[in-house]
């Protein structure tokens, strides 16, 4: 028998300490960089899109990458292609830690429309306050002095 799963993950990080330095000239092309790395590992992109702090993405993982390893690879990986491409000339790194939320396949179009409107979304909210309201949305428990 084969393997089959259907886990819709919402995978956020921010850049180390929150510096907004993701210009959105290049956003685009960091956003494709990470797509290829996906696609590389058998993991289906449904949408990835950030803004000058933070990026979202929206994927399935194939049954054979720990959601783990994925973002370590995404954040060693997408850190040497900004530094060696010079894509953001004040790119320190990312955090460490990520946030990681499953949904249902039916929530699917409306968190696609989420990530793809966080320009307009963080006009009226903060990373900050987005984050904790995921956290709290999923009901995680967490102290928000190890937050960021």
């Known amino acids: 028998m084969s393997t089959y799963t259907q886990i819709l993950y919402q995978i956020v ?60 690879d995404i954040k060693l ?16 790194g990312w955090q460490e830690g990520y946030g990681a939320f499953t949904y249902s396949i039916k929530e699917k179009d409306r968190l696609i429309e989420y990530v793809k409107n966080q320009e307009d979304h963080h006009k009226v909210k903060s990373y900050k306050e987005e984050f904790i309201e995921l956290l709290m949305e999923h009901g995680i428990e967490f102290d928000e002095k190890y937050l960021f």
């Not at 990026?55 to 973002?71: D, Q, R």
């Not at 990986?77 to 320190?92: E, L, V």
């Open 13 to 72: 990080f921010s850049t180390k300490d929150r510096e907004p330095n993701l210009t959105k000239g290049n956003r685009e092309e960091l956003f494709k960089y990470i797509w290829g790395l996906l696609k590389n590992k058998k993991c289906h992109l449904y949408r990835i899109n950030g803004v000058e702090d933070h990026l979202h993405i929206i994927t399935h993982l194939h049954p054979s990458v720990s959601l783990a390893s994925l973002v370590k």
């Open 77 to 92: 990986s997408s850190s040497q292609y900004i530094n060696a491409n010079g894509i953001f000339k004040r790119f320190n």
